[in-house]
């Protein structure tokens, strides 16, 4: 059973910094493209990074590239999201997923095999 478990959410003023994390189990972590994907209400899911199954490579839409990093333990079956320089827009349920045999480019959360539950980032002002 394939499982993607977010964790580190939570509530942090503007400017601050928080790190996400998303533990994987029941595939074969590090030959999975992981992603970080992120809904705010009333609006569509927006694709933020992805890095490839060795980590050696990643991608990041504008809106966050230098801002937030996106790194892997493949030792340990998890991915994570370091936000940095946090802006109330940012206010959203941040979601992880992962998907074989995709390159590190595919924003398309349709693309993407599995999800986590998500988890909750709240910028106030």
């Known amino acids: 059973q394939v499982q993607l478990v977010e964790s580190g959410g939570g509530l942090v003023q503007a400017g601050g910094s928080l790190r996400i994390s998303c533990a994987v189990s029941?595939?074969?972590?590090?030959?999975?493209?992981m992603a970080w994907f992120r809904q705010a209400p009333g609006k569509e899911r927006e694709f933020l990074t992805a890095i490839s199954g060795s980590g050696g490579a990643s991608y990041y839409t504008e809106s966050v590239k230098g801002r937030f990093a996106c790194s892997r333990d493949n030792a340990n079956n998890t991915v994570y999201l370091q936000m940095n320089s946090l802006k109330p827009e940012d206010t959203a349920v941040y979601y992880c997923?992962?998907?074989?045999?995709?390159?590190?480019?595919?924003?398309?959360?349709?693309?993407?095999?599995?999800w986590g539950q998500g988890t909750q980032v709240t910028v106030s002002s």
């Open positions: 029941g595939v074969m972590f590090s030959t999975y493209t």
């Open positions: 997923a992962a998907s074989a045999g995709l390159g590190f480019r595919a924003t398309d959360g349709r693309q993407y095999d599995y």
